[in-house]
């Protein structure tokens, strides 16, 4: 049966929540396999709106089973405080519907500590760190210095797991930073609070996602951010710490042999962009506050206004190349109906030329956009169902991304809601 990644293509924020929300009905699992809650995917579905920072978006649905696997920041403060949120909206979350890796690392209450504060020592030259302790938690991760959710079924082995970190842990927060430490008592009632609430949630999830596999279940894994995200083939260091692209969705999940019949990138019709580092196609001023308030552009986890700007065909083109990208989600096309004209970022000037390579993340300030423009709709499309239906101009400009990018697209999403979106 069909495994589909569900991905962004660029800096994130592209709208994948919503894909999973809508594609989860044709699948069986639903499994998160890298990142933490530094990131929000939003929903709007029967139950209400919601930005989900750390539940896969297939929560929603009925008989569906949710994991989160071993490359996931877990994070069980927020997660807790997440579930109690979706809860009260009437949505059953028990063990037989969400399931925790054992083998997921835990992000330990130190870690938020140290990206605030490491954030603060870099000042004017900070990576825009969302300040959920993510960078900390995968550096100890690749230091083996991290606490497993199983470990949370072994008591007596977590408690002296837990001293070894914490008198290492101690001498970079206060010799290093500064900070005040930690005490073992401190981590004994984080563990009474946090982690015991999760002890029935906790399992060998790659059994369960090999089983599934083996008795054709449909496997949907959803990814945080995107490409240009992604510690390898992203705009270092202005990236996550984690790998956003699918090749590592077996990998994260639990289920390495997994192999993937579908990746659906999901692009914005414009491009947003939440943080630091370059960001080629930004626009400022009157502009940009146009765009952001028709598109509704604020960080799901932060708030923080997101820098925008027109599509990036450039960085778009990287994107589908990174993910392997097998088709398109196009979402937000609705917000660019009150523009006249509707701008293009179709190449870059670099060095005296143009480009259609992505750059080099040195490079990368240094590059210049290329703006096209195409004819625009003028006319409200969040109503229309079907790609006949929608404006001529409208079909000009999917078609001619499309065509730029190299990857069909198959969804054009013109609303937030589960229904608004036209499958061609």
């Not at 800096?11 to 639903?30: F, S, T």
């Not at 603060?120 to 900390?136: E, H, N």
């Not at 598109?295 to 923080?304: L, S």
């Amino acid at each position: 049966m069909p495994n589909c990644a569900i991905v962004g293509i660029n800096w994130g924020d592209e709208g994948k929540g919503r894909m999973v929300d809508l594609i989860a009905q044709d699948y069986d699992i639903v499994v998160r396999y890298q990142g933490g809650g530094n990131a929000g995917h939003t929903v709007i579905n029967e139950y209400g709106k919601f930005a989900l920072h750390l539940l896969p978006s297939g929560i929603f649905r009925k008989g569906v089973v949710n994991i989160l696997g071993n490359g996931v920041a877990l994070d069980l403060e927020n997660l807790l405080k997440e579930m109690e949120t979706v809860r009260a909206k009437g949505v059953a979350i028990t063990p037989e519907n969400l399931k925790l890796s054992d083998r997921a690392s835990l992000l330990l209450p130190w870690h938020r500590d140290l990206d605030a504060l490491e954030e603060m020592r870099l000042a004017d030259k900070k990576y825009g760190s969302t300040r959920q302790g993510i960078a900390p938690f995968y550096s100890d991760k690749y230091q083996k210095k991290t606490i497993l959710a199983g470990e949370l079924l072994h008591p007596a082995h977590l408690k002296e797991h837990l001293a070894q970190l914490l008198e290492w842990k101690n001498l970079t927060l206060t010799r290093v930073y500064g900070a005040p430490g930690y005490t073992m008592a401190q981590l004994d009632d984080w563990v009474e609070r946090y982690g015991n609430a999760f002890r029935d949630y906790i399992c060998d999830t790659g059994a369960v996602l090999r089983s599934a596999s083996q008795n054709g279940k449909n496997i949907l894994f959803e990814a945080q951010l995107g490409a240009l995200r992604d510690l390898d083939y992203g705009i270092c260091p202005y990236t996550t710490s984690s790998n956003a692209i699918a090749a590592y969705a077996p990998v994260g999940s639990g289920f390495p042999g997994a192999k993937l019949d579908k990746v659906v990138g999901v692009v914005k019709a414009y491009s947003t962009c939440v943080g630091e580092g370059p960001f080629t196609c930004e626009w400022f001023g009157e502009e940009a506050e146009a765009l952001r308030q028709a598109g509704g552009e604020y960080g799901a986890k932060t708030g923080r206004p997101r820098r925008v700007g027109p599509v990036d065909l450039v960085a778009t083109r990287y994107g589908v190349q990174v993910q392997a990208a097998t088709s398109i989600a196009l979402t937000k096309l609705d917000i660019l109906s009150y523009m006249d004209q509707i701008p293009v970022c179709s190449h870059y000037l670099l060095d005296g030329s143009i480009t259609d390579e992505f750059p080099f993340p040195a490079a990368l300030p240094d590059a210049k956009p290329v703006i096209e423009y195409l004819p625009g709709w003028k006319c409200d499309i969040s109503a229309v169902r079907t790609w006949d239906a929608l404006p001529k101009e409208a079909h000009a400009y999917v078609e001619y991304i499309e065509a730029k990018i190299g990857c069909r697209i198959q969804y054009v999403s013109v609303g937030p809601d589960r229904d608004s979106i036209i499958i061609r």
